[in-house]
């Protein structure tokens, strides 16, 4: 539930700012937040496990690519 409410506060603040560093947040919370439902719907054997916290990789490479976009020099 914290991942949703988190991106739907990033979105908003895409919203206003039309800033790539919140959509791109809202995406990492979202993907977050639907990966933990699976999680929690799922009944998975050990060797499925692994393959759920994939979106967590996705989730924390898209934060590092915001975070690089945001800090690069303006050209």
């Known amino acids: 539930m914290a991942s949703f ?3 739907l506060h990033f979105l908003r603040f895409w919203k206003n ?3 790539r560093f919140f ?3 809202s ?3 979202s993907i977050d937040a ?3 439902v699976a999680l929690g719907l799922m009944s ?5 496990e692994p393959l759920v ?6 989730m ?3 934060i590092l690519v915001a975070i690089f976009d945001k800090n690069r020099g303006k050209k």
């Open 44 to 48: 998975l054997s050990e060797e499925q």
């Open 23 to 25: 959509l791109l947040f």
């Open 34 to 36: 639907m990966g933990r």
């Open 27 to 29: 995406l990492a919370f």
């Open 5 to 7: 409410i988190a991106a």
């Open 53 to 58: 916290y994939l979106t967590r990789l996705l």
């Open 17 to 19: 700012t039309r800033d």
């Open 60 to 62: 924390f490479g898209i």
